[in-house]
T-cell receptor
């Protein structure tokens, strides 16, 4: 069966450090992978989409990599800030299957 | 970016009653909308795909007679939870694709969610 696994439920980091989140998938052959941010009690907000022929994509302080051989995507938040505290979800497929999410807490 | 609204944002109802949740795309047309459910500390689970002008497609395990979906126009989809019970209490989220924009073809815009509590 298809699975999307995000490496940890929670990640606590110091302000200014880089947060690295992992998304692994099995039994998918995705043409693209997406990352979303979700704040408590709110719907997800789209952050980045990376296609299978792209190794890396950046948006401001965010960086995403996509390795279709390893079936893995890494999501980096550089120079993290307390406002980055949220749950980050990776998603695959046209109808968007989501991983369980990683909750990031950035300490001031 | 495109905006999706949901109404109501929260609703409390008695067991056995029906509840309707609206999902609207405010500044774009959406031929396809999606309905998700999210339980506490869990991820979003797709319930159904709502297609304008045709029947919704339900995911395995989702009762179509319990969760009625109507996609009446290119900007409105409704989810009705019929004869709600406490186990239906959850956070319901809709999303829509802006099919008119090639640059955001694969991007889904999510509504803010509706918190349903069934007593």
């Amino acid at each position: 069966s298809q699975k999307i696994e995000q490496n940890s439920e929670a990640l606590n980091i110091q302000e200014g450090k880089t947060a690295t989140l992992t998304c692994n998938y099995t039994n998918y052959s995705p043409a693209y992978l997406q990352w979303y941010r979700q704040d408590p009690g709110r719907g997800p907000v789209f952050l980045l989409l990376i296609r299978e022929n792209e190794k890396e994509k950046r948006k401001e302080r965010l960086k995403v990599t996509f390795d279709t051989t390893l079936k893995q995507s890494l999501f980096h938040i550089t120079a993290s800030q307390p406002a980055d505290s949220a749950t980050y979800l990776c998603a695959l497929g046209y109808k968007l299957s989501f991983g369980a999410g990683t909750t990031v807490t950035v300490r001031a | 970016g495109a905006v999706v609204s949901q109404h109501p944002s929260r609703v409390i109802c008695k067991s056995g009653t029906s509840v309707k949740i609206e999902c609207r795309s405010l500044d774009f047309q959406a031929t396809t909308m999606f309905w998700y459910r999210q339980f506490p500390k869990q991820s979003l689970m797709l319930m159904a795909t709502s297609n304008e002008g045709s029947k919704a497609t339900y995911e395995q395990g989702v009762e179509k007679d319990k969760f009625l979906i109507n996609h009446a126009s290119l900007t409105l989809s409704t989810l009705t939870v019929t004869s709600a019970h406490p186990e239906d209490s959850s956070f319901y989220i809709c999303s829509a694709r802006d099919m008119g924009s090639l640059s955001s073809y694969n991007e889904q815009f999510f509504g803010p969610g509706t918190r349903l509590t069934v007593l």
